[in-house]
Structure formats: C-alpha cells, structure tokens
C-alpha cells in the first residue's frame, strides 16, 4: 500500500515562496506520473501541477509562471516549488498520482497559509 507524505508548508506572506516535498513510499514511484492539489477551505480539492515519468510538466492556468514542479526519483519524492506566493494560495496541499487517484489514499496533506 503507498504512502504519501506532505511536507514543508507553513505561514509566508503574500510575495513569498516555500518549497513543498512529499515523499512517497511502498510502489514503484518513478513509473507512475505525480501531481499536485489543494484544497482551500470550503473549497473541493483542485487540481495543481503533475508531472510525467519522463519529466514533462503540466500545470493549472492559477500557478503557471509561478510554482515549478520537480522529482527525484531516487528518493521517491516530487517537489513543488512556489514563488510569488498569493492570498489565494492558502490551502492544505496534497500530492498523488493523477494515474491512480482512488487507489492511493490520500496523506495528510501540508498547510500552505498566504497572509501578511
């Protein structure tokens, strides 16, 4: 059963950036494209950013120029990081694969919170 763990969130005012990693464990992470999402209070779970097992990126109109997606896969993780950081930005993030959604469970998710 995969695991996926969130991290690196937190408080940062609006202009500010942090770098999100989730690490996920128990499958083989490199064959499987990875994604972002959030979901912001009130809000359903959206779609952010994912990335393919070759490395090519597609991301939501909202972050493009702004949040850059990676992965390594050695150390089953993708990262996503996030610059210029917006107000509506703040949301629990949440990774998965786009491939397996309602396979994986979910992890706990990382607050991101944008405010001055």
Known sequence: ???LVESGGGL???GGSLRLSCLAS??????????WYRQAPGKTREFVA?????????YETFVKGRFTISRDNAKNTVYLQ??????EDTA???CNSPDMLGSW???QGTQVTVSS
């Open 50 to 58: 994912r990335i393919s097992s070759g490395g090519s990126t597609v």
């Open 1 to 3: 059963q995969v695991q």
């Open 12 to 14: 940062v005012q609006p």
């Open 26 to 35: 128990g499958s083989i992470f490199s064959i499987y494209t990875m994604g």
């Open 92 to 94: 629990v993030y949440y």
């Open 82 to 87: 996030m610059n210029n950081l917006k107000p």
């Open 105 to 107: 469970p979910w992890g």
